[in-house]
């Protein structure tokens, strides 16, 4: 995989690598929707994609990993199989976008793992990223935003939806989602400059009008 860490090569014209976090009924997939089309709609080329999952073999890496029935899975064998299916992801999909110049937004990535399974999960925030290391070859997104919601009204609004299937994930305690959060924002003490909070709690239009000015802002200036 080539060098894409950041500032690797000052030169290259690569794509902006753009991750979305939070916990689940934050509205992430309404955001990014919204902000995709505003961008494309003044001539950058975007790539909208996904974690875990956007390309065959991490699909069906996703099936496993959130599969109601897999109640046995060990917690590192589910920090192992996210890892996995981000390797093949950002290999085959992610890395070549970037490359083409074409702007990457992806729903979840490095973040997630350190949230859930690392902190929620208890396996330790450094211990996850040690193996996310290996399987990213330590590339970064440009920018993180993550919307910030309560875990109680998130949960309530994927009840409400009846277009989103339940996962394995979604099964948790509610002390589980409490957790994530929690991770979250000791994420957002270690890396400020590269994660945004947004808040979900605000109407969609105006998370993504927020969203899409400060990337506006970011994109003029690099
Ligand atoms: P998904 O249906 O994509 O949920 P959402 O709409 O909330 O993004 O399911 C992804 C689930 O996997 C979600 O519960 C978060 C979890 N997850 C992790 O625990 N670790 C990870 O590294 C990633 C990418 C996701």
Same mark, same amino acid.
């Given at each position: 995989m080539a060098n894409l860490q950041k500032g690797a090569d000052p030169a290259s014209n690569r794509g902006w690598f753009i991750t979305v976090e939070g916990p689940e009924g934050a509205g992430k997939t309404t955001m990014i929707t919204g902000v995709a089309e505003a961008l494309q709609a003044e001539g950058y080329r975007v790539m909208v994609t996904r974690e875990p999952g956007g390309i065959e073999i991490a699909e069906q890496i996703r099936g496993i990993i959130l599969n109601p029935a897999n109640t046995a899975m060990d917690a590192r064998t589910e920090a #192992? #199989?996210?890892?996995a299916a981000r390797r093949q992801h950002l290999s085959e999909k992610v890395v *070549?976008? !970037? +490359? +083409? /110049?074409?702007? %990457?937004?992806?729903? $979840? =990535?490095?973040?997630s793992s350190?949230?859930? +399974? /690392? =902190?929620?999960? /208890? !396996? &330790?925030?450094?211990? %996850?990223w040690g193996i996310n290391r290996f399987a990213t070859e330590d590339v970064m997104p440009d920018v993180t935003f993550y919307l910030d919601i309560e *875990?109680?009204? &998130? #949960?309530a609004r994927i009840q409400a939806s009846k277009q989103r299937e339940v996962? $394995? #994930?979604?099964l948790e305690k509610l002390d589980f989602h409490k957790r994530v959060r929690e991770g979250y924002h000791k994420l957002l003490a270690r890396f400020p400059e590269r994660i945004t909070v947004i808040d979900a709690e605000q109407p969609p239009e105006q998370m993504i009008r927020q969203v899409y000015?400060? !990337?506006k802002q970011q994109l003029n200036v690099n």
């Open positions: #192992l #199989l996210y890892a *070549p976008a !970037l +490359q +083409q /110049g074409i702007i %990457v937004i992806c729903d $979840r =990535f490095i973040d350190l949230a859930y +399974q /690392g =902190f929620a999960r /208890g !396996l &330790g925030i450094d211990e %996850v *875990p109680e009204i &998130g #949960l996962n $394995r #994930l979604d000015e400060s !990337l």
